[in-house]
């Protein structure tokens, strides 16, 4: 979707190292999502923040860590805890109330 | 967390074939979204339901919201092959809240 600019497109890091994956959108959208998608498989919930400063563990949060200092921002760091790191992540925003979710284009992340 | 349940997990079809998904859960909802997931890129809203019993089109594709909130479907008529893609459900509990994906339904269209 436009507007939603995750980066980089593809990320490789060597095994023990933590990562960080950025989302910054420009559509004044108040929450944001990361989600994990691995093959075959449908989308989990890692974190979400509905306002800036406040965030909440989806259901696989262990081994990732967020931050959301400014509305547009919301990155995602991949610590060396995550035991399988290796998946797409996707970055989601949501306008608001009864509004649809629109995604980012994804960062495949591999670890080496 | 709760996944959805999208059946089927896979499709392949002739081009020109009507194709039929669908998703059910054991709990209620009050939004079902319908994406479509192409290699490499993010989900892309197809078509959004707000209201128990509503049919919505868009072009070749109607989803429905199931009277009891705890189903929708997708239809798509006359395939052709861009049609092919992951497609996936997703239901939303209240405004706001965090979204409960299915597990997705890959299309392939043979020419």
């Known amino acids: 979707d436009g507007g939603i600019t995750q980066s980089p497109k593809y990320l490789f890091r060597k095994e023990g190292q933590n990562v960080t994956l950025s989302c910054e959108q420009n559509?004044?959208?108040?929450?944001m999502y990361w989600y994990r998608q691995d093959p075959g498989q449908g989308l989990r919930l890692i974190y979400y923040?509905?306002?800036?400063?406040?965030?909440q563990k989806g259901d696989i949060a262990e081994g990732y860590s967020v931050s959301r200092e400014k509305k547009e921002s919301f990155p995602l760091t991949v610590t060396s805890a995550q035991k399988n790191p290796t998946a797409f992540y996707l970055c989601?925003?949501?306008?608001?109330?009864?509004?649809?979710?629109?995604f980012g284009d994804g960062t495949r992340l591999s670890i080496l | 967390g709760q996944q959805l349940n999208q059946s089927p997990q896979s499709m392949f079809i002739q081009e020109g074939e009507d194709v039929s998904m669908n998703c059910t859960s054991s709990?209620?909802?009050?939004?079902w979204l319908w994406y479509k997931q192409e290699p490499g890129e993010g989900p892309v809203l197809l078509i959004a339901?707000?209201?128990?019993?509503e049919l919505t089109s868009n072009g070749r594709l109607t989803a429905q919201f199931g009277i009891t909130r705890k189903d929708s479907f997708l239809n798509i008529s006359a395939s052709i092959p861009s049609d092919v893609g992951i497609y996936f459900c997703?239901?939303?509990?209240?405004?706001?809240?965090?979204?409960?994906f299915g597990e997705g339904t890959q299309l392939t269209v043979n020419p």
């Open positions: 989601v925003t949501q306008p608001g109330l009864n509004q649809p979710q629109h």
């Open positions: 559509l004044n959208h108040d929450a």
């Open positions: 923040s509905q306002i800036v400063n406040d965030f």
């Open positions: 709990s209620i909802f009050n939004t």
């Open positions: 339901l707000y209201k128990a019993g």
């Open positions: 997703a239901g939303q509990r209240t405004s706001g809240s965090r979204l409960t």
